[in-house]
């Protein structure tokens, strides 16, 4: 009997934190399934779309689809990813539209349409619904802001408000697509710079004055990050370097690089942050996608900007980065049943490896409704890394405290849910009464890194 | 879009049946737990044994234990199945003992104890319950009898009638362990006969003279079929031959072979299903586990004996007991998880392979408490395959397919669960609109069987 069972009146699982899921896939395939069939039996006759001046019912949007919802299946919602998504990301994006129709994307998935996102926040509010039952159970959101247009932070605010979509389940990140290309191709911005603005201004004026932003200010409050997403593996060709263009000179239509992004992000992000902290307001972590695919470097960027990263798994591929995120313990949430239907294999995924090796790794969905079966897409996840890995209970425990650590969670919910002395390093940091986390692990995760910042030191202390 | 897309309002998975579970281990481990602490709150005072003429109630025995309910955890609990048990038969049997104490086990997962069996019974009905709220689930779990004592059936049809155990959600099925050696050298039984006498005969008299053995004759009404338990990788030495010992003059406290055991199950099946037809009364299946473990002779044993099998890994070894078993279309109830934790890894389960060469395999939980971490085990067990193998809809319809013709649900529940054709062979005994399997697949599967008989058709011929 191990450590961990000495502890009593613990569940198996404690406090977790889904620390990487993008709102508009956050509700499994059958759930989205049950809420467009049962819209449908309430508002059929409501006007959802406005097409060049023309009224559109919900009975209309579906005929013009040749589609009824009494019809529909998971099979013809055709939302789940699958073999044919394995390497192609394109299939998967598109993916997010129900039956192939942008139509219902727009209508049930998205904060700004003719209903003003009523839907969607409701899907949305029916999942931190079943967060709440599950108690122990929280998540972090993605919302996208493109930097397209400079209203978008004030309609999503405004969505965000007027549906009252907040949760005490739920902590609100912000996903920025890396898309500038699209935009500027078809013109909707004529430079980087404009993107950055779009953006971050609006952020910069709410902080500066929040009773002139009044909407934004309030959602602001529940933001806790901005995260940096799209498919890794496509290249830019730019290598970001001091001669490269600066924001408002990069007027050409091809992408920047991975890095030019990140480093813009996380200037504007610390900016704001310093502005932020001294007005007493809350601040903002800076949580990219990193290491999904594409080239390594991205995470050298992300090693020196990010807070910590979503995926991670191209660390496999650099033993010198693995290290240096081993050494600065900075977190990676992963979601290896993801990886397995986009980029790796699930056998191949190194999670496992990097837990072994003290990575503070944490296990995340990224897309129920495209990767999960089960009403409980969470602990699907654990399960079947459990499952795969073998992982014992104490794994387990690890990988939950380490995903309330790394969350946007307050200092009052991690001192709830890990002990009022979470923020100290070894096991002085660890409650074991509340994360199970056995304490001769934590001392063992503890000395492990120590041993090597001290190698390192002595290291120096030669030359 | 698939075929399987095109067909409308049916669920991702169609009706499915649990083809391998132990009664015992067929709550997981909070249900257990959670139950315990209740009937603690309850019962705390109740008498729960006796042990040499003094009544112990539930609070003494906790105490005896060392032990508050309060302080229970599922880690203290230790039902569940690890890396420790990985080739670890032994370990894994201990498991079944919550907290290490047998008299636990024996309070809460026995049908013969102080209380009557009351809470085995109450819990089952619980796990039924959950599979009502299910809808489209099934499950087959096996009850023991162990043949070393003529009164066992009296006993095991009074607590399944005394506690109404009956639910439209379960079909039982008899387990009898291949333990005779431990009987034997206790001198419980003087030789192998008189165990297959305890175990048979009084199912031939209740066939024969249903009046005169009510109970059991109504239990019986519920069995659906036999199955043969133990641990396959323990050898007994024995080779099975016309000049083997009879059963009665097996004396020996050495264990007979699995091949020995099987063939006198089926002998014993066989006759009691030729009475039980000529009256019209239900009959039974023969389904051993068969080919976890051990010598590859045991998959032969059955190929001739029995209706299916459960596990069926070693089929991996021999490709020729593959192929018969495919030519037979001799179904197998597979459970890579359970595998998983104790004879092969789950990567390496041959799940994906049988099923591509059309054999006819299901998915089973075989030990819930043990193996899984959810509260709907079975969609676990479908869910992980799904994932890991990357299995599609029609993959997972067809499995589903599978688990309910192989079961031992009635002509009529499978008719309206498979369509009214069920039984003729190829597309034709296939209703999508109910299975929701392609009839492309349907197609192929039947004719890649017909083009291999038909081969040794016109090989026998040329000879």
Redesign the interface.
């Known amino acids: ?1 191990g450590l ?9 699982i404690t406090h977790q934190v889904d620390t990487h899921i993008h709102a508009a896939a956050c509700m499994n ?2 759930h989205l399934l049950r809420f467009i069939k049962k819209s449908y039996q309430i508002d059929a006759d409501r006007v959802v779309q406005n097409i060049k001046g023309k009224d559109v019912t919900m009975k209309e949007l579906f005929a013009n689809l040749n589609l009824h919802p ?7 919602l ?1 939302v789940h990813a ?2 044919q998504t ?1 390497q192609r990301f394109d299939k998967f994006n598109a993916k997010y539209n129900p039956v192939g129709a942008s139509e219902l994307r727009d209508l049930y998935m998205k904060t700004e349409n003719y209903i003003d996102g009523e839907y969607f926040a409701r899907i949305i509010k029916e999942v931190a619904s079943d967060l709440e039952d599950a108690r122990y159970q929280y998540a972090e959101p993605r919302l996208s802001i493109y930097g397209c247009n400079p209203n978008e932070w004030t309609k999503l605010s405004g969505w965000f408000n007027k549906h009252r979509v907040f949760s005490p389940q739920l902590k609100w990140m912000i996903q920025v697509p890396r898309i500038y290309d699209i935009f500027r191709g078809r013109n909707f911005v004529p430079h980087f710079g404009k993107m950055l603005e779009n953006i971050f201004l609006p952020v910069f004026q709410a902080t500066i004055e929040p009773h002139a932003n009044p909407e934004l200010s309030i959602f602001l409050k529940h933001v806790t990050g901005f995260d940096s997403v799209d498919d890794e593996s496509k290249h830019s060709g730019h290598m970001f370097c001091t001669k490269s263009p600066k924001p408002e000179e990069w007027n050409i239509v091809k992408n920047p690089s991975y890095t030019y992004y990140i480093y813009y992000m996380y200037a504007n992000i610390t900016m704001i942050n310093q502005l932020r902290k001294a007005r007493g307001m809350n601040t903002f972590q800076f949580r990219p996608h990193c290491g999904e695919a594409g080239a390594v470097t991205h995470l050298l960027a992300s090693f020196m900007t990010a807070d910590n990263i979503s995926h991670g798994l191209n660390l496999k591929k650099s033993p010198v980065l693995q290290y240096l995120y081993f050494l600065a313990q900075i977190p990676i949430a992963m979601s290896p ?1 993801s990886n ?2 986009l980029f790796l294999e ?2 191949k995924s190194p999670l496992l490896e990097f837990l072994k090796k003290g990575l503070i790794v944490s296990l995340s969905t990224d897309d129920p409704m495209q990767f ?5 897409p969470l ?2 996840e ?3 890394a ?3 890995f ?1 992982l ?2 104490c794994d387990m425990c690890e990988i939950s405290r380490n995903s309330v650590l790394q969350s946007g969670l307050s200092d009052e919910e991690k001192t709830h849910f890990l002990g009022s002395d979470y923020l100290k390093e070894g096991p002085e940091g660890n409650d074991i009464r509340k994360t ?1 986390v056995a304490q001769i692990r934590m001392a063992y995760r503890y000395e492990t890194l120590c041993y090597e910042l001290n190698l390192i030191k002595e290291g120096l202390k030669t030359e």
């Open positions: 009997m961990a069972q000495l502890v009593s009146n613990r569940p198996l395939q059958k009494y019809d529909l299946t998971v099979d013809s055709d699958g073999r394995f049943l397995n239907s699930y056998a999960h079966y089960t009403r409980e602990m699907e654990y399960a079947i459990a499952q795969v073998k014992s209970t199970n």
